[in-house]
């Protein structure tokens, strides 16, 4: 190509570009005008006045939507996280079982992978919210020497008390991404040669044991951005928790965007939320990645 | 006394109808030295991996240090077995996240749960003995295949085995690499070690072995001690293995 031609299409590119930014901004204001709301955020400061079921710090209606929101950001970190670590958990196990010896594991494990990859997340949600625990009648109650109540209403463990609404989202979220997970552990483990199995089946040491010292540490850089990719995933999925009703950040939103109109701020907003979660997951794993390479520098 | 290995009628297919091991019989008494010839895909790897169980056999008996193992892959007998026997393999398959004497001290510490302290004095006392002592801070990756196959043999010695399987040891190596391993091996032998090798160096079969076993297409054709072997093999079919070798 011509310099001449490349310029152009330069040029061309960035007219496109501009014209349909101003068509955005034009369509913008356009509306705001019509809902007579103007752009600006001091709303965030009146009373929310709605109630929130779930609350990790305290809330009472009358509190401002600002906190609701920062409330709502709080309870998505708190599924996400949980079921991350649950995900990672079922799914190095799973994924394990998938590599190891034992064809009766192998196979169980596979048919669960399939199985789970193969369904939405939102039947599975709801299979977890309806069938899991609103299956359990009012009256019934499993009680484990007192420490462990499963109800309709959740579950109570030595007295933190878990909402049917977030154990539905945490079972669903760690189930489906463990899927996920397990097969980024799977080729991870693939990746590392057989000549390593050998050399230390040879030495006598267990598949276990092998399997922690030998193969995995060689494994996680394949694994890491795998990993990484999945976990974003959960963070985004989480936003279904609206299907179950638990109040994370979308759900809150949503409530705000029927209650006040403010949908453009509402969705700035969501959209930074989700900048910064993304952002926390991406550089802590960034983090992690590193001190693995450092740890790793000499191979 | 009890001979360290004995194999009976082993018989082993990977694909249906086609033999990987034919009804090998052998034995290896304490301290000898038994070297395996034969042509690419004879079987001889797969022989001596069924040794200490990295490979499974569907009919036939084995015996090593007394331990009986058959086509059931007993995991526990295996397992008592590994802790006796050492392995050193054509590609060192050192682990590469482990410095050298981590590589060494690894199965001592976490295999016969001795302590950290012990494992690294007999690990540097071994890595002097192969003349590497020098580099037992450095990883797999910095060291030249020589050196690193002479780590794989200490790590092999770490768990002071009664007896020592070799598969193809020099053939990774550049040819001005060879000898450094071979010299190790031959002191080892000196040192009454008994060993199983499988090679190609006749050199070293010369003068270190106490039998050849000369396999093809997963069957023993011969076994004979090496100065016959070399001269006056008994069989055509080794022969003209050895004058194929000759031209390499
Ligand atoms: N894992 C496997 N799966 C299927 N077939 C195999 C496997 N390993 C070996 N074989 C086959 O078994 C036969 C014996 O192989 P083996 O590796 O024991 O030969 P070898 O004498 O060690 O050869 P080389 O000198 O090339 O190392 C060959 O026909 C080979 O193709
Ligand atoms: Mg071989």
Same mark, same amino acid.
């Given at each position: 190509m011509k310099i001449n031609q490349k310029i152009f299409l330069q040029f061309g590119i960035c007219i496109i570009f501009f014209g349909l930014i101003g068509i955005l901004i034009n369509n913008l204001t356009i509306n705001l005008i019509r809902t007579g709301l103007g752009f600006n955020f001091s709303w965030l400061f009146k009373p929310a006045s709605f109630a929130l079921a779930?609350?990790?710090?305290?809330?009472?209606?009358?509190?401002?939507?600002?906190?609701?929101?920062?409330i709502g950001w709080l309870n998505s970190l708190k599924v996400i996280v949980s079921s991350l670590i649950l995900a990672t958990l079922l799914g190095t196990l799973i994924g394990f079982a998938r590599t190891g010896k034992n064809s009766l594991l192998g196979l169980i494990s596979a048919g669960?992978?399939?199985?789970?990859?193969?369904?939405?997340l939102l039947l599975q949600l709801m299979f977890w919210y309806f069938v899991g625990f609103l299956g359990l009648k009012d009256n019934m109650f499993i009680?484990?020497?007192?420490?462990?109540?499963?109800?309709n209403q959740g579950i109570e463990f030595s007295g933190l008390i878990f909402s049917s609404e977030f154990l539905a989202?945490?079972?669903?979220?760690?189930i489906f991404t463990s899927a996920y997970i397990a097969e980024v552990i799977r080729g991870g483990i693939l990746s590392v040669g057989r000549g390593q199995w050998e050399a230390f089946r040879s030495l006598g040491l267990s598949e276990r044991k092998g399997l922690i010292r030998i193969i995995l540490p060689q494994a996680l850089p394949a694994i890491i951005p795998g990993l990484t990719s999945q976990y974003l995933n959960l963070a985004k999925n989480s936003t279904l928790a609206i299907a179950v009703g638990y109040s994370d950040?979308?759900?809150?939103?949503?409530?705000?965007i029927n209650q006040t109109g403010r949908a453009i701020e509402c969705f700035i907003i969501l959209l930074v939320s989700f900048l910064l979660l993304n952002l926390l997951i991406t550089n802590t794993m960034e983090i992690i990645n590193r001190l693995i390479l450092k740890s790793r520098k000499n191979i | 006394m009890?001979?360290?290995?004995?194999? %009976?009628? &082993?018989?082993?297919?990977?694909? %249906?109808? &086609?033999?990987?091991?034919?009804n090998v019989s052998l034995k290896v008494n304490q301290g000898k030295v038994l070297v395996v010839m034969g042509p690419s895909g004879s079987g001889k790897s797969t022989l001596i991996r069924t040794f200490n169980g990295l490979e499974t056999f569907d009919k036939g008996e084995l015996n090593i240090l007394g331990i009986k193992v058959d086509s059931t892959h007993d995991e526990r007998k295996i397992q008592k077995i590994r802790r006796r026997v050492g392995m050193v393999f054509q590609q060192f398959n050192l682990f590469p996240h482990l410095s050298i004497l981590e590589n060494i001290t690894l199965a001592p510490v976490h295999v016969q749960k001795r302590r950290q302290i012990e494992a690294e004095e007999y690990g540097m006392y071994l890595l002097s003995q192969m003349g590497i002592d020098s580099h037992a801070k450095k990883y797999p990756s910095q060291l030249s295949g020589g050196e690193q196959q002479r780590v794989a043999i200490a790590r092999a010695l770490a768990l002071k085995p009664e007896l020592l399987l070799f598969d193809e040891p020099t053939s990774a190596l550049d040819p001005e690499r060879i000898n450094e391993v071979l010299d190790a091996m031959r002191r080892l032998a000196e040192q009454g070690m008994t060993m199983v090798v499988v090679t190609h160096e006749i050199g070293f079969a010369k003068d270190v072995s106490d039998q050849v076993l000369f396999m093809d297409s997963g069957k023993v054709i011969e076994t004979s001690p090496p100065n016959i072997f070399f001269s006056n093999a008994k069989h055509e079919r080794s022969r003209k293995f050895l004058n194929q070798l000759d031209k390499h």
């Open positions: 779930e609350h990790p710090l305290p809330y009472t209606s009358s509190d401002s939507y600002a906190w609701a929101l920062f669960y992978i399939t199985t789970i990859r193969q369904t939405p009680q484990i020497k007192n420490i462990f109540n499963i109800s989202l945490l079972l669903g979220l760690s950040i979308y759900a809150i939103n949503d409530t705000i | 009890e001979p360290i290995v004995v194999a %009976k009628n &082993l018989t082993k297919s990977y694909t %249906k109808g &086609l033999r990987a091991l034919d």
